[in-house]
C-alpha cells in the first residue's frame, strides 16, 4: 500500500468520523456536570455510612468492654469507638494530606488518653507506665478482669483505630461493605473471652447491630445508584420493616441458645480436663527471692497438688472440678475441728502468677489487699483479678501433725468425695511383691504407707533433674527392677503404690527448706519440691517428706540444677570421670572468615544486581513526572502528545514495538478497541487534522484518560510476570516512540529552570 492509499483512506475515516469526537466530548461535560450536581449533597451520604459502620463498631465494643467487670467497661469501648467513626467522617473533607496525616494520628492518640480522664490528672500523666503494667499482666487474668486506667487507655486505642479503620474505608475507600466486616474480627476474638453467661447475649446483640448496620448501608447504596432520592417516608417504612425483622431474628436465636441449638456442649470440653503440668527448667529461670515466711518451724510451703492419674501421668485438676469460696470475715477456709498450733506469715517478693503459697493443711486466713479465694480441692490461695503483686502480707494457721500413734489408729472410712483420689490402673506384675509386703507389714494403712516410703527412699538411688515425666505403669516396674529413678518419678510411683494399697494420695508441689536469713525463710526458684500428700479421715491430707538415701549426680548439669542435700549418701556404684586439661592448637579461623566474606560478597552483588534490575522502574517513573511537567507548561497540544507516547512506550515494554506504525496503523495491531480507536482518532485529528486549532483542556484530559485506561487494561490482560517484566524493562528507555518530544519537553524545561535561576541571582552594578 502507497502513502497515497494511507492518505486517501484516512481522509475516509476522516469525514466518516467528523463530529463524533466532538459529541462524545459534549457527553463527557454532561457527565460531569451531573456528577458535580450528585457531589452537591455529600454530607448526607457519608453520615448514613457513618452511622452504618458505627452499629457493628458498636457491637466490637460490647463484647470487648464484657471482657472486663462492670458495665462502664462497656460504655468506654463503646464510646471510643464512635469518636473513632467520628474522627474519620471529620479527617475525611481535609483536603491537605500533611493535614490528614496528622488528624488522624494526633485524634487517635486524643481518643485513648480521652478515656484515662475520668480516673483522675494523676493516671492523665502515667498512661504509658500504666498501659504496660496492663499489658504485661494479660497472662494471668481470668475474665472478668477489674477496669484499670491502664486497660482504659489500650481499649481506647484499639476500639478508636477499630471505629476510625471501618468509617475510613466505608467513606473514603468507598468500600462500605469491608468497613461493615472490619469491627467484627475484633469482636469475635473478644466473644471468646467473654464470660459464659454473657456470651450468648453478647453475641446477640452483636448480630442484630450487624444486621442494622447492613441495612442502612444497602439503603445508601440504593441512593447513590438512582438519579432522585427516595422520599423520607419510604425510607422510613423500609427501615421499620427490617428493624421489626431483626427484632423477630434475635427472638429466634435467644429462644434457640435456651435450647443449646445454637452452641450444643461439646464433646470434650477442655475444662473438665485435666492438663499435664507445664514447667521451665531451672536453668532459665532468673535466681530471685519469690518470697519469705516468717514461722518458727520449717516444712513444705504448697502451691498446687496433682491429683489426678490418667493417660500414664500425674495432671493438674480439672478447673471445672475447683470449688473456689471467697474468704469469710473470720478467715476460716478449712474447719477441722482442731485448734490453730502452728502459724506462718508470707510476704510476696518476686513471685508471679495468681497462686499463692500456704501453710500444709491451711484453715484459717487472715490478710488486707485484693479479693482472694480458697480453692477447696488443691487448699491453696488464688488470685480473683490479676497476678500476685510484691508486697502482699498475709497469715495463715494450721492444726499440728499428728504423731505416728495418732495416724495408726487413723483407721475410718474415707469419705465419697475423697474417693476418686484412690482411682489408679490396675498394680504392675513387678509392684506387686512388693505391695503383699507393705499389706503384711502390720493391719493399719500407716504403718503399709510407712513401709512403701522407707522401701523407695532406702532401695532407689535419685539420678537426674525433677521434671515431670510421664509414669506408666511399665516405667513402675523398671525402676523398681534398676532402683534408678529421677526425683519427680520416685515421688510419682510413691504416689502410685499408696493408691494400690487403698490410701487415697496426691502429688503436692510448692518449696521446701527455703535459706532462713535473719528472722525470716527466703524461698528461690532452687527450693522448689514436690512430695507427696496422703489423706487419713481424722486428720485430712498431710504431706509425707523425706530424702532419698542414696542420689548419683547428673555428670554436666549446672550447679543450680540440682539442690545438694548433706544428709544424702553418694552411690557406691558411682562412675568417676575423669578430665585431664590438654593444651591444643585453637581452631584455625582463616575458613569461616573466608565464608563470611563470601556470603557478604554475594549479599552485595545480590543487591547490585536488584538495584540493577529496579533502576529503570525508578527512571522511567521520574522521567514521566518530568514529561507530565513540562506538557502541563507547553499547553493541551503537547499534552495530548504525550498521552499517546506514554501508551506507545508502554506498549514497547510489552514488546509491541512498531515504531513504523501511525496511530491509525497501530490499530490494525489489535483487536477492535473503541477506546483504542478513540484515542488514535483524537490524536490523529488534533496533531495533524481538523482539530489543530482547536484543541482544548477538556481534549488533553480526554486523551490522558484514554491512555491510562488503555495501559492499566494492557497490563491486566497479561500474567502477573508478565508486568512485572514489563515495569523493570529497558525497551522503551533504548527505543523510545517519539525521542524529538523529549529533546523538545525537557529541554525546553531545563532552559526555563536555568532562566528562572538566573533571575533569581541579583545582579550587582
Known amino acids: ?184 474480627p475484633v469482636a469475635a476474638i473478644a466473644g471468646i473471652s467473654v464470660p459464659k453467661a454473657a456470651q450468648v447475649p453478647s453475641g446477640i446483640a452483636a448480630l442484630a447491630l450487624f444486621a442494622l448496620g447492613l441495612g442502612i448501608v444497602s439503603t445508601a447504596t440504593i441512593v447513590n445508584e438512582e438519579s432522585e432520592r427516595p422520599p423520607l417516608s419510604y425510607e422510613l417504612r423500609r427501615a421499620g420493616k427490617g428493624l421489626v425483622f431483626v427484632v423477630a431474628i434475635t427472638i429466634v436465636l435467644a429462644l434457640l441458645a435456651q435450647a443449646n441449638v445454637l452452641f450444643p456442649k461439646p464433646i470434650i470440653d477442655p475444662t473438665q480436663e485435666p492438663q499435664k503440668p507445664k514447667t521451665v527448667p531451672l536453668s532459665e529461670v532468673p535466681d530471685r527471692v519469690l518470697f519469705t515466711v516468717k514461722a518458727d518451724f520449717s516444712t513444705q510451703w504448697r502451691s498446687g497438688v496433682l491429683d489426678v492419674y490418667q493417660d500414664d501421668a500425674w495432671r493438674t485438676p480439672p478447673f471445672a472440678s475447683t470449688r473456689f469460696e471467697d474468704i469469710p470475715e473470720s478467715g476460716i477456709v478449712n474447719d477441722t475441728g482442731r485448734e490453730d498450733a502452728v502459724a506462718a506469715q508470707f510476704t510476696t517478693a518476686g513471685l508471679t502468677g495468681a497462686v499463692l503459697p500456704v501453710l500444709p493443711g491451711t484453715q484459717k486466713v487472715q490478710y488486707r489487699g485484693p479479693q482472694i479465694n480458697f480453692d477447696e480441692r488443691s487448699q491453696t490461695l488464688r488470685m480473683v483479678n490479676g497476678q500476685v503483686l510484691p508486697g502482699l502480707t498475709y497469715l495463715t494457721t494450721a492444726p499440728r501433725f499428728p504423731n505416728i500413734d495418732q495416724l495408726r489408729n487413723d483407721n475410718g472410712p474415707i469419705p465419697d468425695e475423697i474417693e476418686e483420689f484412690l482411682e489408679v490402673p490396675s498394680p504392675s506384675v513387678g509392684a506387686q511383691d512388693l505391695l503383699r509386703q507393705a499389706l503384711a507389714a502390720g493391719p493399719d494403712k500407716w504403718t503399709q504407707f510407712t513401709f512403701l516410703r522407707d522401701w523407695v527412699y532406702d532401695n532407689i538411688t535419685v539420678t537426674g533433674l525433677g521434671v515431670p515425666v510421664d509414669l506408666p505403669v511399665e516405667r513402675v516396674d523398671a525402676i523398681l527392677d534398676e532402683k534408678k529413678a529421677t526425683p519427680y518419678e520416685m515421688v510419682a510411683t510413691l504416689g502410685l503404690l499408696s493408691r494400690w494399697i487403698g490410701v487415697p494420695s496426691r502429688l503436692g508441689f510448692g518449696y521446701d527448706k527455703c535459706e532462713l536469713v535473719g528472722e525470716a525463710q527466703e524461698c528461690r526458684p532452687k527450693n522448689g519440691a514436690t512430695f507427696v500428700e496422703v489423706y487419713f479421715p481424722s486428720y485430712q491430707w498431710l504431706p509425707i517428706v523425706r530424702n532419698p538415701k542414696k542420689a548419683q549426680p547428673t555428670v554436666g548439669s549446672k550447679p543450680n540444677e540440682q539442690r545438694q542435700e548433706a544428709d544424702v549418701e553418694p552411690n557406691n556404684e558411682l562412675a568417676i570421670k575423669l578430665f585431664v586439661p590438654v593444651v591444643t592448637q585453637p581452631p584455625s579461623v582463616l575458613g569461616k572468615q573466608i565464608l563470611v566474606g563470601i556470603l557478604v560478597a554475594v549479599a552485595l552483588l545480590l543487591l547490585a544486581y536488584l538495584a540493577y534490575l529496579v533502576w529503570p522502574l525508578l527512571k522511567k517513573a521520574r522521567m514521566r513526572n518530568a514529561r507530565r511537567q513540562a506538557a502541563l507548561q507547553w499547553g493541551p497540544r503537547a499534552r495530548i502528545a504525550l498521552a499517546y507516547v506514554e501508551w506507545r512506550d508502554s506498549a514497547t515494554d510489552f514488546g509491541y514495538r512498531n515504531p513504523g506504525d501511525t496511530p491509525l496503523m497501530f490499530l490494525d495491531r489489535f483487536a477492535d478497541d473503541d477506546e483504542h480507536t478513540e484515542l488514535a482518532w483524537l490524536v490523529t485529528r488534533t496533531l495533524w487534522g481538523d482539530l489543530q486549532h482547536g484543541i482544548g483542556v477538556e481534549m488533553a484530559l480526554a486523551a490522558e484518560e484514554l491512555s491510562r485506561s488503555l495501559r492499566r487494561r494492557m497490563g491486566a490482560a497479561h500474567p502477573g510476570t508478565v508486568r512485572a517484566i514489563a515495569a523493570v524493562s529497558r525497551l522503551s528507555m533504548r527505543h523510545p516512540y517519539a525521542p524529538e518530544l523529549d529533546e523538545l519537553l525537557l529541554g525546553s524545561r531545563a532552559a526555563h529552570e536555568e532562566e528562572d535561576r538566573r533571575e533569581a541571582v541579583p545582579v550587582h552594578a
Open 1 to 184: 500500500m502507497s502513502i497515497a492509499d494511507i492518505e486517501r483512506k484516512a481522509g475516509e475515516h476522516l469525514e466518516e468520523e467528523a463530529g463524533h469526537v466532538e459529541a462524545d466530548l459534549d457527553a463527557a461535560a454532561d457527565a460531569a456536570s451531573d456528577e458535580e450536581e450528585l457531589e452537591q449533597e455529600p454530607e448526607r451520604s457519608s453520615i448514613r455510612l457513618a452511622v452504618a459502620v458505627a452499629l457493628p463498631t458498636i457491637a466490637a465494643g460490647i463484647m470487648v468492654g464484657g471482657i472486663f467487670s462492670g458495665a462502664s467497661a462497656r460504655i468506654y469501648a463503646i464510646v471510643a469507638g464512635i469518636l473513632g467513626v467520628v474522627l474519620a467522617t471529620f479527617v475525611a473533607r481535609v483536603k491537605s494530606t500533611a493535614t490528614t496525616y496528622v488528624l488522624i494520628v494526633a485524634g487517635l492518640f486524643a481518643i485513648a488518653v480521652a478515656m484515662v480522664v475520668p480516673s483522675g490528672v494523676d493516671s492523665i500523666t502515667r498512661f504509658g507506665k500504666l498501659a504496660a503494667d496492663a499489658a504485661g499482666a494479660r497472662g494471668v487474668l481470668r475474665p472478668p478482669v477489674p477496669l484499670s486506667p491502664g486497660w482504659q487507655f489500650i481499649m481506647g486505642a484499639i476500639l478508636g483505630f477499630i471505629g476510625f479503620s471501618a468509617a475510613w474505608v466505608a467513606i473514603v475507600v468507598k468500600k462500605p461493605a469491608l468497613g461493615l466486616l472490619l469491627p467484627l
